[in-house]
Nanobody, 121 residues
Framework: VQLVESGGGLVQAGGSLRLSCAASGRTFSRYIMGWFRQAPGKEREFVTTISWSEGTTDYADSVKGRFTISRDNAKNTVYLQMNSLKPEDTAVYYC???????????????WGQGTLVTVSS
C-alpha cells in the first residue's frame, strides 16, 4: 500500500495550495481518507477526513471554511485545497487512510511520507 503526497511548497499568507494524495496497492472503497499535519515541536493533528464511498467530510475548526477535501475515485486520489493560508498552517502534511479513521492519528492504518507546507507572513 502506498500513499504518495505532492503539492507542498512555500506560499505567502493569504495564498493557496492544493495537495494531492495518490493511493495504490489495495481497494480503498471502505476506507476513510484524511489529512493530518505536524508542526515542529508539536504532535500530529487532525485536519480533515473524507469517506471514500459516500464522500462525507469532517474538518478541524481551525481550517473549516478555508480548506476543502475531495476525492477522485477514478484516479484513486484525494485532494486538499487550502485557501487563505496563515503562518500557523505551516507544517508537514500527511495523507492517512483507515477503516476506522475519525480524528486521531492512531486510527490511521496507512501514512504517506508527508509534504511540507510553509506559509510566510
Amino acid at each position: 500500500v502506498q500513499l504518495v503526497e505532492s503539492g507542498g511548497g512555500l506560499v505567502q499568507a493569504g495564498g493557496s495550495l492544493r495537495l494531492s494524495c495518490a493511493a495504490s496497492g489495495r481497494t480503498f472503497s471502505r476506507y476513510i481518507m484524511g489529512w493530518f499535519r505536524q508542526a515542529p515541536g508539536k504532535e500530529r493533528e487532525f485536519v480533515t477526513t473524507i469517506s471514500w464511498s459516500e464522500g462525507t467530510t469532517d474538518y478541524a475548526d481551525s481550517v473549516k471554511g478555508r480548506f476543502t477535501i475531495s476525492r477522485d475515485n477514478a484516479k484513486n486520489t484525494v485532494y486538499l485545497q487550502m485557501n487563505s493560508l496563515k503562518p500557523e498552517d505551516t507544517a508537514v502534511y500527511y495523507c492517512a487512510a483507515g477503516r476506522g479513521l475519525i480524528r486521531l492519528a492512531r486510527e490511521s492504518e496507512y501514512w504517506g511520507q508527508g509534504t511540507l507546507v510553509t506559509v510566510s507572513s
